[in-house]
Every structure is written in C-alpha cells, then in structure tokens.
C-alpha cells in the first residue's frame, strides 16, 4: 500500500500480484489487484481477480 499511497500503481500492482504467488489464498492481494486492473480500464482482468478473491475468501465482504 506504500508504493500506491506514493503514486507508483504498476509498482503496487506488482507487489500484490508477487503477494498472492507466494500465498494463493491471499484474498485481499487478489482484491487490490482486481482494484487496480480495473482503474487502469482493464474490466476483464479485474473481474478474474476478483472471482478469484471469492474463491480464496467466499465469506470475504471486503
């Protein structure tokens, strides 16, 4: 969250994507994600982030 409070989203987005490699059931690394893909127009790859945070996380209401 440091790298997006400091403007750096791809940096961000890269953390999170490096975050949920090394822990698959990191829900929250994939919401981020899903988060920014979608700020960045990318609709489809945030959809398939945020479909995977469900199923890591199913109770998860963010």
Not at 11 to 40: C, E, M, R
């Amino acid at each position: 969250m440091l790298l997006l409070s400091r403007g750096d989203r791809e940096g961000a987005l890269n953390s999170f994507l490096k975050a949920v490699d090394l822990d698959p059931n990191f829900a929250t690394g994939y919401q981020n994600a899903g988060i920014l893909y979608l700020q960045a127009g990318e609709a489809n790859k945030a959809f398939q982030y945020f479909v995977k945070s469900l199923e890591v996380a199913p109770g998860n209401t963010w």
